[in-house]
């Protein structure tokens, strides 16, 4: 059987490409960061056979489990990645513990620490570009909220765009970063974390895509709850088209983040 035919399509899908590709133009145009999250699919390290195919003296093939039982794993390894549209850079932050929204934030705190920073050291605002569900979706208050402990520390503009929901496969970071990976390392045995950020890490293509990957050994609670309170003492601003899918967090002022309204942005 072949995917061929798609399901209905939000009404709104065509104008959300184009106010996503049209907002990322203006902000390379203007030096600042775009970047592309996503949680690559979960791997269970060990022992297991991998697909594709890898040379081998003959008669001398690697072995592997006969079967795919988690409780014969070392762990489930989470790669979130980080792709950098301005640069062709990957950052692939290695978890180990569960995707949650404070994984996710977390993991684009280390690429900026370790390479937005640097690369954009007169930056004012980002703009992250991300699936409609999952860690990161739209209607997670906990990401909402990560990403303003965020703003606040970074003293950035944090502005957000989710794909409509069922068109993931459109964003940036699965066809520019996510196949190399997954090309790079067919037919290698996962067997530890430590192998598989080297293999993340030694991910390269002709284009000249660069990619560096870390280990997260952190532990990230699930079940987070944010109040209504918390919420509106985010700095969030809706945009007019679509303020569930566009929306931008603005660094609170102080210490102490003030609770205000939400205002309305133009398109």
């Known amino acids: 059987m072949r995917k061929s035919r798609e399901g209905q399509s939000h009404p709104q899908r065509n104008a959300q490409f184009e106010h996503i590709n049209a907002t990322a133009e203006d902000c390379l145009e203007r030096g600042q960061p775009v970047i592309s999250v996503d949680t690559k699919k979960k791997e269970l390290v060990g022992e297991f056979k991998n697909a594709g195919r890898e040379w081998q003296p003959k008669g001398t093939p690697d072995t592997a489990l006969v079967h795919d039982f988690p409780q014969d794993a070392e762990g489930k390894a989470i790669p979130y990645g980080i792709y950098d549209m301005g640069r062709n850079e990957g950052w692939v932050n290695v ?146 088209f679509q303020g569930d899918w566009n929306y931008e967090l603005h660094p609170r002022a102080g210490d102490q983040p003030t609770t205000k309204p939400s205002r309305k942005l133009q398109r």
């Open 95 to 240: 978890g180990r513990d569960h995707d949650t929204p404070a994984f996710a934030v977390a993991s684009i705190r280390r690429w900026w620490q370790a390479m937005g920073r640097g690369a954009y050291p007169n930056a004012q605002e980002l703009f992250i570009t991300a699936d409609a569900g999952g860690s990161n979706g739209y209607r997670s208050r906990a990401w909402k909220h990560e990403l303003q402990k965020f703003a606040d520390q970074t003293r950035l503009k944090i502005r957000v765009s989710h794909f409509p929901p069922g068109t993931s496969k459109w964003n940036k970071i699965e066809h520019r970063l996510f196949c190399h990976i997954t090309r790079n390392w067919r037919g290698k045995g996962l067997c530890s974390f430590e192998t598989i950020v080297d293999l993340i890490g030694n991910t390269k293509t002709q284009a000249g895509l660069r990619v560096k990957a870390k280990l997260d050994k952190r532990i990230y609670p699930t079940g987070a709850v944010i109040s209504k309170l918390e919420m509106a003492a985010l700095s969030l601003h809706r945009n007019d």
